[in-house]
């Protein structure tokens, strides 16, 4: 069964302190793993898509990269802004149905 | 601008009410999705649909549950029978392609079931 598990459920930070949040899965066949954002009471925000083992990509403070087992969201010098609930979420190749994880709760403090 | 929109932004039911939620993309795409997020839960995928058709839907979606696109435009999720269950947030989402890349969701819908 797909499974998708994050650590830490959450992250204090002070403004500028660069840290990682963890997704570890296990996916009969990875078609995509997804990181998005999450604020209180809104629908997710797509972050990053990544797609095979030694991948990474970069926005602004945050960069995602991928092994065959798990998943990073680097994120250096965060702001307060940068407050939020992070996802990762994977999806195999055997269909459509895309699997979440609990999700890592990011405060980070001026 | 939201790439996708839906209404109500909440909604409260008796049990065992009919409640349909509805969802507008902005953009002409053939790939929707339902998720609900009960609160301090996981987002949990619910169904897809492509070309009016449900391509892939989880062991929650039960008989109780049912979506359509009426009118070409807008995408329906229907439950029947509502239960205190169902109370949560559900979210429709759109892809540009079969589900491989990013998904759009919109602000949601908070159900509460009374």
């Known amino acids: 069964e797909d499974q998708v598990t994050q650590s830490p459920e959450a992250l204090r930070l002070q403004e500028g302190e660069s840290s990682s949040l963890n997704c570890s899965y296990t996916v009969s066949g990875l078609r995509g793993l997804f990181w998005y954002r999450q604020d209180p009471g809104k629908g997710p925000e797509f972050l990053f898509t990544?797609?095979?083992a030694g991948e990474e990509k970069e926005k602004e403070r945050l960069k995602a990269t991928l092994t065959k087992k798990e998943s990073f969201l680097h994120i250096t010098a965060p702001k307060p802004e940068d407050s939020a609930t992070y996802l990762c979420a994977v999806l195999n190749t055997g269909g459509f149905k895309t699997i979440f994880g609990a999700g890592t709760r990011l405060f980070v403090k001026a | 601008e939201p790439e996708v929109t839906q209404t109500p932004s909440h909604q409260v039911t008796q049990m065992g009410q009919e409640v349909i939620l509805r969802c507008v993309p902005i953009?002409?795409?053939?790939?929707f999705y339902w998720y609900r997020q009960i609160l301090g839960q996981k987002v949990e995928f619910l169904v897809s649909f492509y070309n009016n058709e449900i391509s892939e839907k989880s062991e929650i979606f039960d008989d109780q549950f049912s979506v359509e696109r009426p009118d070409g435009s807008n995408f329906t999720l229907k439950i029947r029978s509502t239960k205190l269950e169902d109370s949560a947030m559900y979210f429709c989402a759109r892809t540009r392609t079969g589900g491989n890349t990013e998904a759009f969701f919109g602000q949601g819908t908070r159900l509460t079931v009374v």
């Open positions: 953009s002409n795409h053939l790939y």
């Open positions: 990544l797609y095979s």
